[in-house]
């Protein structure tokens, strides 16, 4: 006799329906505005020096709150944390709403952001990395990076789309009632779904500022971290202005563009998804590292004066190439975090990360003082071309073995 088949749900399928609603909600609320930010800062009078400066003093605070995590979140229950990552977010956008439309008569407002960003931005991401890492093994972080990034940009782009359209009509309360009804809704449902949360990374012990000092790999890993910062906010603030100015300052075009480039791609990407845990590496990663060096000496040579269809094509090109590099990069990373001590590598790279930022930034900052927005955002494009080959120092985990050579935490220092 045929058994018919259980519709039970896995505790492996529980912890995935999980992890995607946490992720798939974020990635809803941070389409709706924190994606606009950078273009939001500059309509509200902020130059590309003060940006600088901005993008400085959210690291500052962001490395405040991931010194915080680790030491709050044994102390917490999983839907404890959920709910903090939630409160901050909406703390976030409150910030924004208020003190956004002040920044034109005070600047020093937009560091009041900048402290809220930070905080959100750290309590989020540390936590979606942990929870990613959790559930992923060497063979496959290739293919579940990609099935994790296919799901984020539909919902990023959903939020894109209501967000530019509320922007653009400057119907900021809007925005924050639908901000705050989908942290509630989406709280609720993860909370719902069945079975318990379990989030091992939980117990994982504290790090101390020893450890991040100290830290040293065969993988280059700790120059890779700090170089990473500075790339990080060059893909999404500098791109992100330029994509505003080209569009004549409209939130609704911008977001348009974004999403019909990002369908486009999406096509692409399911395929290379699934078949880059069984490329060749090196040589995709390498490729890729060209690929990307190449998107940047494209974006110098954008102009504001082609035609529509030339600017598509070319934003299309120059997201394939930094999709493509993500994708590679992240799957390197992910490879050693999964083997080697998860949280030290984890947080490590946040750590240094932040620190370069503050750096990086605040640099850049000065020397853009005297220039105007188009050529602070050229000049950025052409330092990240020229920076971009250095992501060749990474090295790939070579064998099973290996995993011991990274620096461990003292066992003295593992309660």
């Not at 939001?40 to 962001?62: E, M, N, P, R, V």
């Not at 719902?192 to 500022?209: C, D, I, M, R, T």
């Not at 120059?223 to 990080?232: E, K, R, S, V």
Request: proline share 3%; hydrophobic share 50%; aromatic share 16%.
């Amino acid at each position: 006799m045929i058994q018919p088949m259980s519709t039970a749900l896995t505790p492996a399928r529980i912890q995935q329906r999980q992890f995607y609603l946490f992720v798939c909600s974020h990635s809803f609320l941070i389409g709706l505005f924190p994606f606009f930010l950078p273009v939001y800062l500059y309509k509200q009078g902020l130059d590309i020096s003060k940006i600088c400066y901005f993008i400085a003093a959210s690291a500052i605070t962001f490395s405040i709150s991931l010194y915080v995590w680790d030491r709050i979140k044994n102390h917490l229950k999983p839907n404890q944390l959920l709910a903090l990552c939630y409160l901050l977010e909406l703390l976030m956008v409150t910030s924004v709403i208020y003190a956004g439309p002040k920044i034109v008569d005070q600047q020093y407002f937009a560091y009041l952001i900048a402290a809220s960003y930070g905080c959100y931005q750290c309590f989020f991401w540390t936590t979606q990395r942990a929870l990613f890492i959790q559930r992923s093994a060497s063979d496959n972080t290739g293919n579940r990076y990609g099935n994790f990034q296919v799901f984020v940009v539909i919902f990023l782009k959903m939020g894109v789309f209501i967000g530019g359209f509320l922007l653009d009509s400057e119907n900021i309360e809007l925005l924050l009632l639908i901000s705050l009804l989908c942290i509630l809704l989406s709280y609720l449902a993860v909370l719902k779904s069945p079975g318990q949360l379990e989030w091992p990374f939980l117990a994982w012990p504290k790090l101390s500022l020893k450890n991040i000092y100290q830290f040293k790999d065969q993988y280059r890993s700790r120059q890779i971290f700090a170089l990473d910062g500075l790339f990080l906010f060059i893909e999404s603030f500098f791109w992100l202005l330029s994509l505003f100015l080209i569009l004549k300052q409209s939130f609704m075009q911008l977001g348009l563009m974004i999403i019909a480039i990002t369908i486009i791609l999406s096509m692409v990407f399911l395929v290379l998804k699934n078949k880059i845990d069984q490329l060749p590496e090196q040589l995709i990663y390498s490729v890729s590292i060209v690929g990307y060096a190449i998107s940047w000496v494209l974006r110098a040579n954008l102009q504001a004066d082609s035609s529509l269809l030339a600017q598509f094509l070319l934003l299309c090109m120059i997201a394939f190439l930094t999709a493509f590099f993500r994708l590679a990069f992240n799957k390197r990373f992910y490879d050693l975090a999964v083997h080697y001590p998860k949280k030290p590598y984890t947080l490590i790279k946040s750590y240094y990360s932040q620190t370069a930022l503050l750096l990086f930034f605040v640099v850049l900052g000065l020397v853009f003082s005297s220039q105007n927005i188009y050529s602070s955002l050229t000049s950025g494009y052409w330092l990240a071309a020229i920076l971009s080959p250095l992501y060749c120092i990474y090295k790939t985990r070579i064998s099973k073995g290996d995993s011991e050579q990274v620096t461990r935490i003292p066992d003295t220092q593992r309660n």
